[in-house]
């Protein structure tokens, strides 16, 4: 890889994200802001960790800088499993396995290395100043408290622990990852719900063993779990450079699905809904976005069930209850979370950005505007609600209301697609993708807020259909929006 072509794909990832921002800023004066902000996470992070060092130890004499250390290590896995999540589950994996721009890049003759590189750059210079200031602030307040020297050593091989795990995911997800894999759509549900009891099992295991005597289970040592973090940052290291070496043998893929356009044959006969249905169908069709959704689907039905197994089987019959409040609110801000996963997979490829070209010139062929607005909401609906199931009825067996998770995701899905109908975003991508802008990201995220406020207000006074009535109501106006985003097609302005 050679150092012009390294150049050039970091000023475009410079140059694309400067852009999503909307600053007037040159690259040059774009990159010193970008250090500088680094700088300032570093010593931020650093004072704020020492500060919680003195609190802590000031609370818990005793035990307060283990506590310390304890919480900096957890903050570091934290960091590396949030990472993963992002680069198998959400769009982020289909950029890394297929690239929107790859034919471009061919054309500039950029290697595949130097644009994962150029991308994960950013993110790597973010954890890094996060995990080295935590690291810092801890270490310097531990060692004058008279910490050991193998919590000391933990503290220090935990950020290149962290950077080299989140390097090795992100290399290993961009090098291995098999774009014409089958996705199991089918089995991804029944599988996650095996998932899930083999981890209630796991549960149970692991409470057994908690209560066996306190002589039969012996305490990690400080030791082991410092030859634990350095294992992890040698093997990242070892993970991350073979899998940087397999991207620098493999070229851009263009993962094409064929299927799609048989589908498309297919489904163009039969009634007018179900055509435009079966063609929003076939814009989920293609590989990677359907593997996407089937690891989701997996992953949601796992937890749904675990929750859900580990509430019948042990909390409950332990007479344990959390009062309808609290599960209200814990399952709103996980079906959140999950909402806004979603939207935002969902509004970038059939959203009403991705779609309005060709829905415009449906139109004037003859189409329905409102079958055509609310096609593709009805496909997010269906999609939105098999995924939150799991989360209703895991809520519904802790003792809370399901509809509040369905209601939160119906209003996720509802902003999402009136943050896309209403705010300029890029044209569509060559895989038919729209990515939706900074401005209109902020726009879902509050408007989501507010419309899952008012689910759990209304679940909170006794009128939980009432919320959900709210959000089918905005789920009502999105595709309203999304009919005058297609009867006046908006252009955005070159310069």
């Known amino acids: 890889m050679s150092a012009t072509a390294a150049g050039v794909a970091r000023s475009i990832q410079d140059a694309t994200t400067l852009d999503g921002l909307g600053w007037r800023l040159t690259l040059p004066g774009f990159r010193v802001a970008k250090a500088f902000g680094a700088v300032l996470l570093l010593c931020g992070s650093g004072v704020a960790s020492a500060i919680a060092v003195d609190a802590v130890s000031a609370a818990l004499p005793a035990t307060g800088p283990s506590v310390v250390v304890i919480g900096a290590l957890a903050i570091g ?45 950013d993110r790597l210079l973010t954890t890094g100043a996060l995990v080295c200031g935590i690291a810092s602030g801890v270490a310097a307040r531990v060692i004058v408290a008279g910490a050991s020297t193998a919590e ?25 990852a098999n774009p014409h894999a089958r ?15 083999v ?5 149970r295991l692991a409470a057994a063993t908690a209560i066996a005597p306190t002589d039969a289970v012996a305490p990690a040592s400080w030791t082991a779990v410092a030859s634990v973090v350095v294992a992890c940052a040698v093997v990242s290291a070892v993970v991350a450079a073979a ?37 929003v169908l076939s814009d989920l069709s293609p590989l990677p976005r359907a593997t996407a959704l089937s690891r989701l689907a997996f ?37 959140f979370v999950l909402g806004l996963t979603v939207a935002e997979m969902l509004s970038r490829w059939i959203g009403p950005a991705a779609l309005a070209p060709r829905w415009r010139a449906s139109w004037e062929a003859g189409a329905s505007s409102w079958t055509l607005a609310a096609a593709p909401v009805l496909v997010a609906v269906v999609i939105g609600l098999g995924l939150t199931a799991p989360l209703a009825i895991a809520a519904a067996a802790f003792g809370g209301s399901p509809t509040v998770p369905v209601g939160v995701m119906l209003s ?21 993708s729209s990515p939706s802008s900074l401005s209109a990201g ?3 995220v509050i408007t989501s807020a507010a419309l899952a406020v008012v689910v759990l207000a209304a679940s909170a006074a006794g009128v939980a259909a009432l919320g959900v009535a709210s959000s089918v109501l905005s789920l009502g106006g999105a595709a309203w929006v999304t009919r005058r985003r297609v009867l006046a097609l908006p252009s955005r302005p070159l310069v």
């Open 77 to 121: 896995a934290y960091v590396v499993i949030l990472h993963a999540v992002r680069e198998s589950l959400t769009a982020r994996r289909l950029q890394l396995v297929d690239h929107p721009l790859a034919g471009f890049f061919v054309a500039m003759d950029i290697p595949r290395r130097a644009v994962v590189l150029a991308e994960c750059r």
């Open 412 to 432: 996720a899905l509802a902003a999402a697609w009136v943050a896309a109908a209403i705010v300029p975003a890029e044209p569509p991508r060559a895989d038919g």
């Open 152 to 176: 000391v050593i933990a503290l220090a091989a935990m950020p290149a622990a962290v950077l080299g795990g989140v390097l090795a995911i992100t290399a290993s997800t961009a090098a291995w």
């Open 183 to 197: 996705p199991r759509t089918l089995v991804a549900v029944p599988a996650g719900v095996v998932a899930g009891l």
């Open 299 to 335: 992953v949601v039905w796992a937890g749904g069930t675990a929750a859900a197994e580990v509430q019948l089987t042990t909390i409950a019959a332990a007479g344990w209850q959390l009062p309808e409040v609290a599960i209200d609110r814990l399952s709103g801000v996980l079906s």
């Open 442 to 444: 902020v726009f879902c």
């Open 199 to 203: 981890i209630v099992a796991a549960v």
């Open 243 to 279: 899998a940087l070496r397999a991207v620098g043998r493999s070229d851009f893929v263009a993962v094409r699905s064929e299927e799609a356009r048989v589908t498309r044959s297919r489904l163009l006969r039969g009634s007018a809904a179900g055509v435009w249905i079966g063609v």
